[in-house]
């Protein structure tokens, strides 16, 4: 499984874009991004998963390179309750296991 | 939207206990796993489970861990003589496994809170 770097910890202020990069340099050519989302105390959740160029939905969207060797996490307009952690996970899914870095936390304030 | 549950959602036991952590997962996925989170730490993955068999383990998930799925709905968790190091937050999950590529989603629970005293 490719190894992300993704920031520890940004700040923001309510109603501005926050965008969170990760950085995946071994990604494999059947390997797709996803990121997840997780509050304290609940489980991960889904936000978004892409393989190349952008995807978007009705929470973020996902800007992907053409080397793939990175990804953005776009989140516009955030609101305090989009304090979280963000989690960017590479993989082709030959196994079902998710494999969770550390993560981002996104503080925002107001 | 349907939703796994978990329950209980705190559990507090004495070490050297054994404790079941029940899961419904979402009724029409196939797959279902364990996660387990401790305070300050990365979710980490105990086991998937497919058709009735375990189908992909962690270094964790040792033999005082067991799965089960007694039923058409619940899925278990058994760890069967509490270490205080099992302290921690344990997340199942499902997903509908109709995909290889891309990787299934994974739709988590609220989680369960074990204190092992």
């Known amino acids: 499984l490719a190894k992300t770097t993704q920031p520890v910890s940004m700040d923001s202020y309510e109603g501005q874009e926050v965008n969170i990069t990760c950085s995946h340099n071994?990604?494999?050519?059947?390997?797709?991004i996803t990121w997840y989302q997780q509050f304290p105390s609940q489980g991960p959740r889904f936000i978004i998963q892409?393989?190349?160029t952008k995807v978007t939905n009705e929470v973020a969207s996902l800007f992907i390179p053409a080397d793939r060797k990175s990804s953005t996490l776009s989140l516009p307009r955030v609101s305090l309750s989009d304090t979280a952690v963000y989690y960017c996970?590479?993989?082709?899914?030959?196994?079902?296991?998710?494999?969770f870095g550390t993560g981002t936390l996104l503080a925002v304030q107001p | 939207e349907p939703e796994v549950t978990q329950t209980p959602s705190h559990q507090v036991t004495q070490m050297g206990q054994e404790v079941i952590l029940r899961c419904v997962p979402i009724s029409n996925h196939l797959y279902f796993y364990w996660y387990r989170q401790i305070l300050g730490q990365k979710v980490e993955f105990l086991v998937s489970f497919y058709n009735n068999e375990i189908s992909e383990k962690s270094e964790i998930f040792d033999d005082q861990f067991s799965v089960e799925r007694p039923d058409g709905s619940n899925f278990t968790l058994k760890i069967r003589s509490t270490k205080l190091e099992d302290s921690a937050m344990y997340f199942c999950?499902?997903?509908?496994?109709?995909?290889?590529?891309?990787?299934?989603?994974?739709?988590f629970g609220p989680g369960t809170r074990l204190t092992v005293l």
């Open positions: 892409g393989y190349k």
């Open positions: 996970l590479v993989d082709g899914g030959a196994t079902n296991k998710l494999i």
């Open positions: 071994n990604i494999a050519t059947n390997d797709y």
């Open positions: 999950a499902s997903s509908d496994g109709k995909t290889t590529a891309p990787p299934d989603t994974q739709y």
